[in-house]
Every structure is written in structure tokens, then in C-alpha cells.
């Protein structure tokens, strides 16, 4: 079994940065593919970004290129997601998700395990 938690969540305003970080327990890292998806109040939960088993070929939305950059510390089973130039658009529920393949995938049904949220919100 893995277990993910998510951290680094909170009040920012905008323009300003936050990094969010997923420990991965139960198995290494390395293991999985991760992705990180978000779900605003009201709306359906979207992809944001993912990356390979290794740490390589990260993908993501286009509403956060350049804003948003997922990374992955495989010695320390964790996965990033540095946000930076927050939107109030971006706020949402994060959630990061593991899959058990070397790709990672938009698609919320490839992914095999999930951690319990963490609440970003972006003031104007």
C-alpha cells in the first residue's frame, strides 16, 4: 500500500509564490509516475502537471506553463510543485496522485493511489 500526503498549502496573495510537496511512503518513488491535479469550489478536478518515474519529461496544463514546476527528489520520495505567480484562478484543493508506470498521464483514471488535499487559495 502507498501513501501519499500532501503539505505546504495556504493563504498567499496574488503574484505571490508557493511550493507544495508529496511524500510518498509504502513504496520508493522511483516506483511511480506522479501528477498533480487540483479541484476549485464548484468545478470538476483538473490535471495540472506531471512527470516520469525518474524525474524526467515533466508535462502540464497550459494555464500554468511558466508559472508552475513540478520536480521529483526520488532519494527523498517526494515530488514538487513550485507555484509561482499566483492567480486567484488557481485556487483549489491540490491533490498529488501516483502511477504505476514510468508515464505520467493528464487523465485522472491512470493514476493508481491519491493523497488527501491541501487548500491553496490566491487573494486579490
Known amino acids: 500500500q502507498v501513501q501519499l500526503v500532501e503539505s505546504g498549502g495556504g493563504l498567499v496573495q496574488a503574484g505571490g509564490s508557493l511550493r507544495l510537496s508529496c511524500a510518498t511512503s509504502?513504496?520508493?518513488?522511483?516506483?511511480?509516475?506522479m501528477g498533480w491535479f487540483r479541484q476549485a469550489p464548484g468545478k470538476e478536478r483538473e490535471f495540472v502537471a506531471s512527470?516520469?518515474?525518474?524525474?524526467?519529461?515533466?508535462s502540464y496544463i497550459d494555464s500554468v506553463k511558466g508559472r508552475f514546476t513540478i520536480s521529483k527528489d526520488n532519494a527523498l520520495n517526494t515530488v514538487y510543485l513550485q507555484m509561482n505567480s499566483l492567480k486567484p484562478e488557481d485556487t483549489a484543493i491540490y491533490y498529488c496522485?501516483?502511477?504505476?508506470?514510468?508515464?505520467?498521464?493528464?487523465?485522472?483514471?491512470?493514476?493508481?493511489?491519491w493523497g488527501q488535499g491541501t487548500q491553496v487559495t490566491v487573494s486579490s
Open positions: 496522485a501516483a502511477r504505476n508506470s514510468m508515464y505520467g498521464s493528464p487523465r485522472e483514471n491512470d493514476y493508481d493511489y
Open positions: 509504502g513504496r520508493t518513488s522511483t516506483s511511480y509516475a
Open positions: 512527470i516520469r518515474r525518474f524525474g524526467s519529461v515533466p
